[in-house]
Nanobody
Framework: QVQLVESGGGLVQAGGSLRLSCAASGRTLSSYAMDWFRQAQGKEREFVAAISSNGVNTYYADSVKGRFTISRDNTKNTVYLEMNSLKPEDTAAYYC??????????????????WGKGTLVTVSS
């Protein structure tokens, strides 16, 4: 079992920045590809960003490409999401998710094995 706990959410003005963290316990994250998803009120959950288990390969939703950066520190069992140039439409609960993989370089955007409980990001206009 992997337990994931997100932190770093909050209220920020449009154009501002936030850094989300996802701390894992129970297993080392080095065997897991990691993702961030988000869900706005009244909307379906959507994929935001993915990173391979070795941290080399990343993939982003078009809506955040160029503004968000996913990274990881396997020595700290933590994944990050750096969010810049935030827009009101980025307002959502943000969730990290883990998928077990034997691949060092693959990333995934569905069929995740474990989920955190989320952290709320609110961007005011």
């Amino acid at each position: 079992q992997v337990q994931l706990v997100e932190s770093g959410g909050g209220l920020v003005q449009a154009g501002g920045s936030l850094r989300l963290s996802c701390a894992a316990s129970g297993r080392t994250l080095s065997s897991y590809a990691m993702d961030w998803f988000r869900q706005a009120q009244g909307k379906e959950r959507e994929f935001v960003a993915a990173i391979s288990s070795n941290g080399v390969n990343t993939y982003y939703a078009d809506s955040v490409k160029g503004r968000f950066t996913i990274s990881r520190d396997n020595t700290k069992n933590t994944v990050y999401l750096e969010m810049n140039s935030l827009k009101p439409e980025d307002t959502a609960a943000y969730y990290c998710a883990a998928k077990f993989t034997y691949s060092l370089s693959a990333y995934y955007y569905d069929n995740m094995n474990y989920w955190g409980k989320g952290t709320l990001v609110t961007v005011s206009s």
